[in-house]
């Protein structure tokens, strides 16, 4: 991948972005992403590069590959010699009990008072991450915010973050790159740091294993998503992707969609849906009902997602019934394990910029972005690579509108530019996943 040597300057309200105003509207629980940045012991400096620096860019042009075995698992936790948790910030051991792969991982308790926990790996060598994205296997016995600090000798690095639920299998996260510190070189990378910040008692543990590298995509990839089969998807966000000849995904409740304007309700009609299809959109599942899958009861859960794939596949949409969005970005272990048993691809993630997906399904998404971040978003993605999906729900109301179309002329000018491409579900799924 061709990548600057010195990371450049940025639209600056993207920081953190990935994390605040993520959870769609189904979402209920407050997340705990940006107020939480306050914690940082250098959240003070935890800004984009200067505007008024002038990085210097490696004047080569040539295709870098990624460092020879960067890829893949770069640390199994088999031990924990090379970790060091700061004193003062948690504590670090190991759990033979959990494991992603091998015999162990690595238990981070946080510190009592504000929930937060930090280990840091020095690296004999520096390694070049300029071509890929990092990420972790973990649970949590509780919701938090965990961040992945890539340093260079300089202490400046390059961030990547992703949520983490309570009671999940071990499983691999995609995270996305979310914010830069100083200047840093990511060609000379020689601190590995994992941050976490749970929101609620501080009694929580994080337990992370499999610290690996996925492909970063050179041009970045956008994809524009609508949850919740609301009818303004096709008469208010239908027009503005028109107007640009953008493709979007509807992933929508089948149970939900109305047969006709005779049935009283502010969904989709089954007539809408196969307009938007004939239009290029990707017809996709959110489940029978599109309530979030914990409130489901278990003996309905199953057939609440085979529901919609048959009901999907019966209309003609069989292509998109390989697609899912969990409602509201929220997930338990039993829905987990049944949309990796009936889905190609699935989404829940919240964050920005991610790479391959080294799980795919649980890639990740921004919800609902406000006006003014939607098209820095774009840019951002245009800037960083990797894949960054907008996901929108009601459109209703008026910033949600505004955020559309500000994110679609964006889009429309960096793709004519050659700076990103859209994607659909099947391209991520038949190219963007990472296996390994």
């Not at 993207?14 to 939480?36: F, H, K, M, R, S």
């Not at 965990?146 to 309570?166: A, F, H, N, T």
């Not at 409130?295 to 697609?323: K, M, N």
């Not at 921004?366 to 990797?386: F, H, K, Q, R, S």
């Amino acid at each position: 991948m061709r990548r600057r040597t010195y990371l450049t300057t940025t639209t600056a309200t993207i920081a953190g972005l990935a994390i605040a105003g993520c959870v769609g509207d189904e979402a209920t629980d407050d997340d705990p992403g940006d107020g939480n940045g306050d914690r940082d012991d250098d959240s003070s400096e935890t800004t984009d590069t200067d505007e008024d620096d002038d990085p210097e860019e490696d004047e080569t042009d040539e295709e870098d590959e990624p460092t020879p075995g960067l890829v893949g698992t770069f640390d199994d936790f088999e031990t924990l010699d090379d970790w060091m948790a700061f004193q003062d910030i948690g504590s670090l051991e190991a759990d033979t009990d959990r494991a992603y792969g091998g015999s162990q991982s690595a238990r981070l308790t946080p510190r009592e008072d504000d929930g937060q926990v930090r280990i840091r790996r020095s690296l004999d060598e520096p390694i070049d991450v300029r071509d890929v994205t990092p990420g972790l296997a973990m649970t949590a016995d509780n919701r938090g915010i965990v961040r992945i600090q890539l340093q260079d000798e300089d202490g400046d690095y390059v961030e990547y973050s992703q949520q983490v639920l309570p009671g999940m299998p071990l499983v691999r996260k995609n995270f996305g790159i979310t914010r830069i510190h100083g200047d840093p070189d990511p060609s000379e990378i020689i601190v590995l740091q994992v941050i976490c910040w749970f929101s609620e008692d501080t009694d929580s543990q994080l337990w992370v294993d499999d610290f690996h590298f996925v492909p970063t995509p050179e041009t970045g990839k956008v994809m524009l998503q609508f949850h919740g089969g609301y009818e303004t998807h096709y008469t208010d966000a239908f027009p503005v992707l028109e107007e640009y000849d953008l493709p979007a995904t509807a992933f929508v409740p089948t149970n939900r969609l109305r047969p006709d304007a005779a049935v009283a309700g502010d969904r989709l009609q089954y007539d809408q849906v196969d307009e938007l299809d004939d239009a290029g959109w990707t017809i996709a599942s959110q489940s029978a009902r599109g309530t979030q899958l914990g409130g489901v009861d278990p003996s309905e859960l199953e057939s609440d997602l085979t529901d919609s794939i048959d009901w999907l596949t019966e209309h003609g949409y069989e292509d998109g019934a390989r697609f899912f969005a969990f409602p509201g970005s929220e997930y338990t272990a039993d829905s987990y394990e049944l949309v990796q048993e009936h889905f190609d691809l699935a989404f829940a993630g919240q964050t920005q910029s991610q790479g391959y997906a080294g799980n795919p399904h649980l890639c990740s998404l921004v919800a609902n972005p406000d006006p003014e971040e939607a098209a820095g978003l774009i840019d951002w993605t245009a800037e960083w690579g990797g894949i960054t999906s907008l996901a929108y729900y009601q459109l209703e109301e008026s910033d949600a509108l505004t955020s559309l179309e500000e994110a679609a002329s964006a889009l429309d000018e960096r793709a004519a530019a050659g700076d990103v491409e859209v994607i659909t579900p099947a391209e991520m799924a038949d190219n963007y996943v990472f296996e390994g």
